[in-house]
């Protein structure tokens, strides 16, 4: 903490928006964090985190009845699925799907036009601060501060987030994602791909309840993609919730528990590989390609909003 002193939040208070993981929630709590005195002791802020925990349940992340309409134009329509504990849950789609509408609205990011959305049951309209406590979303652009070094980005989320013993954590997250020997550069100096793990590893730092990823393997190396499915895989076993929605779909066939196919923004498939197979009536191998396109093209001849049999 001393290392990181009056200086390091003079350079915060100059910069707007961190990442994509810095929900509004946290840049109200950070505010008050920089008009506080030099003590350290005054960023210790009261947790809220966990003040409504009888309302945790199964479900990490569920949505309800979700539609999304820009002006006259339906981009998604009566979603409803569910993320469980531990879950890995994919979300595919051809472009224009609806997909990134539906994670900007499950983050916050859009109002939905219809439906719920609950992040550990807290509604995302109605609770943000509470919802958004309980997530990290990891957008498929990275914005990260480009004078913070990669252990500054860290610290920066361990104060908002108010994460304990946050730099016990922060070598072994380091040397997790392939960042040690980069711990001290500016996140300026980095390449795509490690920014995309500097992203990982300021939300698992977090141990939040879902992580949501939008295109997660973007720009990774193949030592990278085997490293983050690693991580991504071993954190579900311990209880965290993803979302990823991603185009690469044998990184979706590999990693995901469940997968949502949406079409025209209409969800036509959810469950496991197998569930799916048996739905689109392929033999009982077909990879999760094979499934899609059995599964969208049949959509295909149907009208739109029709159920796909
Ligand atoms: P991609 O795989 O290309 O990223 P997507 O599945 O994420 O696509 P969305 O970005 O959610 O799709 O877009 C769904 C539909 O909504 C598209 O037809 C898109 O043109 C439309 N759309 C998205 N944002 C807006 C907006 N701000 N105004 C009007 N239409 C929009």
Redesign the pocket.
């Known amino acids: 903490m001393a290392r990181h002193g009056r200086d390091w939040r003079c350079r915060f208070s100059v910069t707007s928006v961190f990442i994509g993981t810095m929900a509004d929630a946290v840049l109200v709590d950070l505010r008050r964090m920089l008009s506080c005195s030099n003590s350290e002791h005054n960023l210790e802020m009261p947790l809220i985190k966990f003040a409504n925990m009888n309302q945790r349940d199964a479900f990490a992340i569920e949505v309800r009845d979700f539609g999304?309409s820009?002006?006259e134009?339906s981009?998604?329509s009566n979603l409803g699925f569910a993320v469980r504990t531990g879950e890995i849950v994919g979300l595919v789609?051809?472009?224009?799907?609806?997909?990134?509408?539906?994670?900007?609205a499950i983050t916050g990011i859009l109002r939905p036009t219809t439906g719920t959305i609950r992040i550990d049951g807290f509604d995302i309209e109605k609770e943000p601060v509470a919802a958004k406590r309980q997530f990290a979303y990891i957008p498929?652009t990275i914005h990260p501060y480009d004078l913070l070094t990669v252990t500054e980005h860290l610290h920066f989320v361990a104060l908002a987030y108010h994460v304990e013993n946050a730099e016990t954590k922060y070598a072994a997250l380091l040397d997790e994602l392939e960042l040690a020997d980069k711990k001290d550069k500016l996140a300026s100096s980095l390449s795509r791909g490690m920014l995309q793990k500097l992203s990982l590893a300021c939300a698992f730092l977090r141990e939040p309840r879902a992580i949501i990823l939008d295109e997660p393997l973007t720009g990774l190396d193949p030592r990278g993609i085997r490293n983050i499915k690693e991580s991504i895989r071993r954190r579900a076993t311990a209880g965290t919730a993803f979302l990823l929605?991603s185009?690469l779909l044998v990184l979706v066939e590999a990693l995901c528990d469940q997968v949502l196919i949406?079409h025209r923004?209409q969800k036509v498939a959810f469950g496991s590989l197998e569930e799916i197979r048996n739905l689109a009536t392929v033999h009982t191998n077909a990879t999760l390609e094979d499934v899609f396109f059995a599964i969208t093209e049949k959509a295909n001849v149907l009208p739109p909003g029709a159920n796909v049999p």
């Not at 051809?94 to 539906?102: D, I, R, V």
């Open positions: 999304k820009y002006g134009f981009a998604v789609g051809a472009n224009g799907a609806g997909k990134t509408s539906t994670l900007r498929d929605s185009h949406l923004g």
